[in-house]
């Protein structure tokens, strides 16, 4: 099966087209490869971010994106799927959260600079 691949700067994320495919969603492959781009440049963005302000604006994006992916895979947008963990600088539980995974009882820290309650 082939592969599409998204790449911007060091991050890359595969599309798998047997999946695209499975989920009827070969049609939205452009979009699809548009988001995930979105989605590696937000990533990067909170690499280099500081401000705790724009960290939460950034992760606010980054939810907003994988409910359209969800959309776009054909699926109900449901944050219950979304893996935040694995966002640059989140430090809520991994481990425990994939754990957990898609249970949606996840483990927020409430110090991390994305999630947590601090700096809004």
Known sequence: MSKFKVKVGK??????????????????LEDLKDCYSQKLGIY????????????????????????????LFNFEPNVKFHRFWESPKCSCAKMDNQDRWPTGSYVISGDCPLHGVGDE
């Open 11 to 28: 991050r890359e994320i595969v599309l798998s087209q047997g999946f695209l495919k499975a989920n009827d969603a070969m049609e939205n």
């Open 44 to 71: 990067n963005s909170i690499d280099e971010e500081k401000d705790p302000k724009k960290l939460k604006e950034l992760a606010r994006q980054l939810t907003n994106l994988e409910n359209e992916i969800q959309e």
